[in-house]
């Protein structure tokens, strides 16, 4: 069982900094990878980035790549979510969830198998 908490959403503006932090709890954390996704009401839920929690190793969608990073930070058992330069279109809620590392899936929050209840953030233009 693994149990996640997000924080560190809330009301920014449009080109601010927001740094979001996902406390992780549980056995074997270290067979997990952990990623962020997000939806807007009416859409799918959006993969955001993801990290392994052995290994550190990241990926990020497109659509915040190059202005996001994705860390961890072991001793805590926290992985944090920034993104830069955020836009309107970042307004939604963040999810951050957990998967078997060696699902190779990414993306696809199917293979998510433990969920934090989110945390909004709304970006103002």
């Known amino acids: 069982q693994v149990q996640l908490v997000e924080s560190g959403g809330g009301l920014v503006q449009a080109g601010d900094s927001l740094s979001l932090s996902c406390a992780v709890s549980?056995?074997?954390?270290?067979?997990?990878?952990v990623g962020w996704f997000r939806q807007t009401p009416g859409k799918e839920r959006e993969f955001v980035s993801s990290?392994?929690?052995?290994?550190?190793?990241?990926y990020y969608a497109d659509s915040v790549k190059g202005r996001s990073t994705i860390s961890r930070d072991n001793s805590k058992h926290i992985v944090y979510l920034q993104i830069d330069s955020l836009e309107a279109e970042d307004t939604a809620v963040y999810f951050c969830?957990?998967?078997?590392?060696?699902?190779?899936?990414?993306?696809?929050?199917?293979?998510?198998?433990?969920w934090g209840q989110g945390t909004q953030v709304t970006v103002s233009s």
């Open positions: 990290i392994t929690w052995s290994r550190g190793s990241t």
């Open positions: 549980g056995s074997s954390l270290g067979d997990y990878a």
């Open positions: 969830a957990a998967r078997p590392w060696r699902l190779a899936q990414i993306t696809d929050p199917r293979v998510y198998s433990y």
